[in-house]
């Protein structure tokens, strides 16, 4: 049988490119996006395996009809890619808190909401001993892994996505889940405006900023031969896939007894002297 596949936020940009390569995979799709006309096409350009969804992920009851969707139309749930974003682009000392609270919505709230419907879907097969190959591709961005100048809101909730992506992948590894995430980059809606030179399309020659560039890492992780590999986090674009490192333990000091403040100075810079994190993008 084809897989099954939700992929949020489908109807424009990189989650339009995974609809449409899970599409030509023979993959039964729902095709979720706010704006039922996009959806509606891409929906369209898949065939009849493909159905439309407008529920909004970022509310708990749009997230869980978006999984029945697909376990009424399909009969199940193979794959979720939870792709679905915004940005509200502002510097700390001028964001609303509309704004803070729009992009954690959508994106943290919006991946665990459809994550948390779907694991509770494949824990009852898992149980009624049906056999799972669970799948989940979430989103997170260079500005979660290493901060981006103007994005805290999104930036924090892509740090909050990759956190999560860890916790779940331990957590449903024993339904038969796996739980991975990529940090991708292409010309989209999101982008072109913030980063036009670095996205604009060559006259000849390879696209290397198209966003379906970005799907078959995510079609194969997607994949019943992909059980191997969880709780990672991949940066992807072009031909480029590179898997990122998360918080590592750095230099440590321990003397076994508690510290006052003013012993700490010398101690701290020693510590951070040779251990230089990666740039914030558009810092400096
Ligand atoms: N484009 C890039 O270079 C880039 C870089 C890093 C991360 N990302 C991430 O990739 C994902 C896709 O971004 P894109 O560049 O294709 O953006 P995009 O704006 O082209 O597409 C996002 C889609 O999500 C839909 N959407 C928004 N809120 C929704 C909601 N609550 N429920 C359902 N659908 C909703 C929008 O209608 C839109 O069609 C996002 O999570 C984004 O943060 C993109």
New binding site residues.
């Given amino acids: 049988m084809s897989r099954v596949v939700v992929v ?9 490119a995974h609809a449409l390569a899970f599409g030509a995979t023979g993959a039964r799709v729902v095709v ?4 039922a006309a ?1 959806a509606g096409e891409v929906a369209e350009l898949i065939g009849p395996r493909a159905v439309v969804s ?6 708990w009851a ?1 997230a869980r009809r978006l999984v029945q969707t697909a376990v009424e139309t399909f009969g199940g749930l193979d794959v979720l890619v ?6 509200r682009d502002r510097m700390v000392v001028s964001c609303g808190e509309d704004e803070w609270d729009e992009v954690v ?3 943290l709230k ?1 991946h665990f909401a459809t994550l948390r419907h779907a694991a509770a879907h494949w824990r009852a097969v898992h149980k009624a001993g049906g056999a799972v190959s669970g799948r989940v591709v979430n ?5 979660g892994l290493f901060g981006s100048v103007g994005q805290a809101n ?1 930036s924090a909730a ?1 740090a909050g996505i990759a956190a999560m992506t860890l916790v779940a992948a331990a957590e449903l590894a024993r339904y038969g889940v796996t739980v991975n995430a990529i ?9 072109e405006a913030t ?1 036009a030179e670095e ?1 604009a399309a060559p006259e000849d020659g390879f696209d290397a ?1 198209a ?1 379906e560039n970005v799907s078959p890492l995510v079609v194969w992780l997607g994949s019943e031969e992909a059980g191997d590999v969880t709780g990672r986090m991949f940066e992807v ?1 072009g031909g480029r896939v590179c898997v990122v490192h998360g918080w590592r333990r750095g230099p440590e000091v321990d003397r076994g007894e508690r510290w006052s403040p003013d012993e700490l100075g010398d101690v701290v810079r020693e510590l951070v002297a040779d251990d230089h994190p990666t740039p914030v993008y558009g810092a400096g």
């Fill in positions: 949020t936020g489908a109807g424009r940009g990189i989650g339009r979720n996006d706010l704006s996009v407008t529920d909004d992920v970022g509310t749009g939870n792709n679905a974003g915004i940005v919505r959508v994106h919006g989103t997170s961005s260079g500005a999104y892509k940090a991708p980059a292409a010309r989209t809606r999101m982008t980063f996205m900023m966003p674009d």
